[in-house]
């Protein structure tokens, strides 16, 4: 800048006339930055959008590698591959074509002011206007006029790659945090674990997933929760957990709405085990630590064997040290489970929820878990969200969820031989 300045002042000190004729051109080279630059945003956004979409194929296919290969479809995915990696090539020279114009063109017009004043101030020289020193002199001058202009618009082209990068980010910053505590959240220290929902309704994009739904859980006691999949049985527990808040209605625990509570304490005093549970890469016992890290050697053996883990640990090389889950020892399904089941008995939670946590199962371990859960349930409230009948009969109390709505309600044994929606679901399992 302060280079720009002082040259611009010798130059007009020099001859004003001689300089208003060197930059007759300027505001056109202006116009061209101003032009392309306006083009280069959008094709900058193009390019980024280009290279997540390329980001995201990747990491699809390479978690569904073996989907892929079973289905003979590297080819295809190969050539998806090739379509997206073109399309981001094209878009990165398009990109750079533009950079040029709007960069490269006003510098070339700048160079063509030289020109200019090459022909008019040698013209004044002949007639004697000006000597040839003060020509020679002003374009020494001029020469170093378009290092800094083209510095400067460099720049200029610079900070729009930069604001749309940086209006992706913000994009993800500015997203609203749909799940907030309250201010005055009230720190919640000994739970009962009573649960009432009152005519809740929640919807997603598509339609109602529980519409108008109540029901009471008293504390320590048992609900199970039944239904063909997709009636909203797992929504009952991401609202529970407050992952999601109703739309209209109020969910209660010990008479406290989830909503003024503490988010930390509702997620101490009720735990999910859920259907495909989350084991991180780390030792066995720090999975099964990982809702109460304070927990001493023992009490994580205690609840490994209350959860039907013990047998799988002890043919274990490392035993409860071994490193399973992504880029350590592989576990099945049921594995995975039996660690998320031992994990949960070990935050002793006041409510429990169990989103059809025994249905990767195989028949043995799963009778070893129930059996657990039996343990695990006692004077603790539970909500049993399960496909399996003699689960289901052993609760307290059943509610029947088809489409959004509750359809019957009612103890087990009274439903079962009313003969209604609750014992049709099992028909097949009955027989
Ligand atoms: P269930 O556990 O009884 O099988 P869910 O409670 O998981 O059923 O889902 C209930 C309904 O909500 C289903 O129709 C499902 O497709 C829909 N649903 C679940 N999660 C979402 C989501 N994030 N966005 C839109 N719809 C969803
Ligand atoms: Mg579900």
Redesign the pocket.
């Known amino acids: 800048m302060l280079f720009l300045i002082g040259t611009v002042a010798i130059l007009l000190m020099l001859d004003w006339r001689l300089f208003l004729v060197g930059v007759a051109v300027m505001p056109l080279s202006l116009w061209a930055l101003v032009h392309y630059r306006r083009r280069l945003e959008g094709r900058i956004q193009l390019l980024r959008e280009c290279s997540a979409d390329i980001g995201n194929f990747l990491i699809e296919t390479i978690q569904g590698v073996k989907l892929i290969v079973t289905s003979n479809a590297q080819e295809r995915e190969v050539d998806r591959f090739r379509a997206k990696n073109d399309a981001f090539i094209d878009a990165l020279m398009r990109m750079r074509w533009l950079g040029y114009m709007s960069g490269g063109l006003p510098g070339l017009l700048i160079s063509a002011g030289t020109a200019v004043v090459f022909l008019y101030g040698g013209s004044q020289v002949i007639n004697g206007a000006i000597t040839l020193g003060t020509l020679v002199t002003f374009m020494a001058y001029q020469m170093r006029l378009p290092a800094p202009v083209q510095g400067l618009m460099g720049l200029y082209t610079n900070l729009a790659t930069a604001r749309v990068s940086l209006r992706r980010v913000h994009e993800i910053l500015d997203a609203e945090v749909e799940i907030v505590e309250a201010p005055d959240a009230v720190a919640l220290t000994e739970v009962a674990g009573s649960i009432r929902f009152d005519d809740v309704s929640f919807a997603?994009?598509?339609g109602p997933?529980l519409d108008d739904v109540s029901f009471h859980v008293p504390a320590g006691s048992t609900l199970a929760v039944v239904?063909?999949?997709?009636?909203?049985?797992?929504?009952?527990v991401?609202l529970l957990l407050r992952h999601l808040d109703p739309d209209a209605g109020a969910i209660s625990l010990d008479g406290h709405d989830l909503r003024g509570l503490s988010l930390a304490d509702l997620r101490r005093h009720v735990v999910v085990v859920e259907q495909e549970p989350f084991v991180f890469h780390a030792t066995i016992a720090e999975n099964v630590r990982y809702g109460r890290p304070e927990a001493s050697d023992d009490e994580v053996a205690a609840a490994a064997r209350s959860a039907g883990l013990d047998s799988f640990i002890e043919q274990l090389p490392e035993g409860f040290d071994t490193e399973v889950g992504e880029r350590g020892m592989a576990v099945s399904a049921g594995e995975r489970q039996r660690i998320a089941v031992a994990r949960a008995f070990l935050a002793d939670p006041a409510v429990l929820l169990l989103?059809e946590a025994t249905a990767s199962l195989d028949p043995v371990s799963e009778q070893q878990v129930i059996a657990g859960y039996e343990a695990i349930m006692q004077g603790r409230t539970t909500i049993l969200?399960s496909h399996r009948l003699d689960m289901a009969r052993q609760a307290d109390r059943v509610i029947v969820?088809d489409d959004a709505r509750i359809v019957e309600q009612g103890a087990p044994s009274q439903l079962w031989d009313a003969g209604g929606a609750f014992p049709r679901l099992f028909v097949g399992a009955a027989q």
């Not at 239904?227 to 009952?236: D, E, Q, R, Y």
């Open positions: 997603f994009d598509r997933v239904g063909p999949s997709g009636a909203g049985k797992s929504t009952i991401d989103d969200i969820l």
